[in-house]
């Protein structure tokens, strides 16, 4: 079963659910608004996949962080961070066995997912 991660009015996690109810995938939904991130989960996150690929740097929460939080580089500070300030990961997050995914592409979750 897939764990998703992401804040329940995101337009974008909102699509990849229904994506997900429309083919019949299984899955756990994490608002991570209501279930807090644990630093531990975002470092195992970190371990999998580059802090390129996980922080949405395009957010207004990006955005708002001071210079120096920006130029965060190491994986304990950016997992502390992240786990702080959840809305600065690429939304939906989804965990798949091992795998670790940010974002919705509709060709590439048909892929891995169905």
Same mark, same amino acid.
């Given at each position: 079963?897939?764990?998703?991660?992401?804040?329940?009015?995101?337009?974008?996690? !909102?699509?990849?659910?229904?994506?997900?109810?429309?083919? /019949?995938?299984?899955? %756990?939904?994490?608002?991570?608004?209501?279930? =807090? $991130?644990?630093?531990?989960?975002?470092?195992?996150?970190?371990?999998?996949?580059?802090?390129?690929?996980?922080?949405?740097?395009?957010?207004?929460?990006?955005?708002?962080?001071?210079?120096?939080? !920006?130029?965060?580089?190491?994986?304990?500070?950016?997992? /502390?961070?992240?786990? %702080?300030?959840?809305?600065?990961?690429?939304? =939906? $997050?989804?965990?798949?066995?091992?795998?670790?995914?940010?974002?919705?592409?509709?060709?590439?979750?048909?892929?891995?997912?169905?």
């Amino acid at each position: 079963m897939l764990r998703v991660y992401g804040i329940k009015n995101c337009d974008t996690v !909102k699509k990849s659910l229904k994506w997900l109810d429309k083919n /019949e995938v299984a899955y %756990e939904f994490i608002d991570v608004r209501q279930q =807090p $991130l644990q630093k531990e989960t975002v470092s195992g996150w970190l371990q999998k996949l580059p802090a390129e690929s996980l922080l949405n740097k395009r957010s207004t929460s990006w955005r708002n962080l001071s210079d120096e939080q !920006k130029s965060v580089v190491d994986a304990n500070a950016i997992a /502390e961070l992240v786990a %702080e300030q959840p809305t600065l990961f690429k939304r =939906p $997050l989804v965990e798949s066995g091992q795998a670790v995914h940010c974002g919705f592409n509709e060709k590439l979750w048909s892929e891995r997912y169905l």
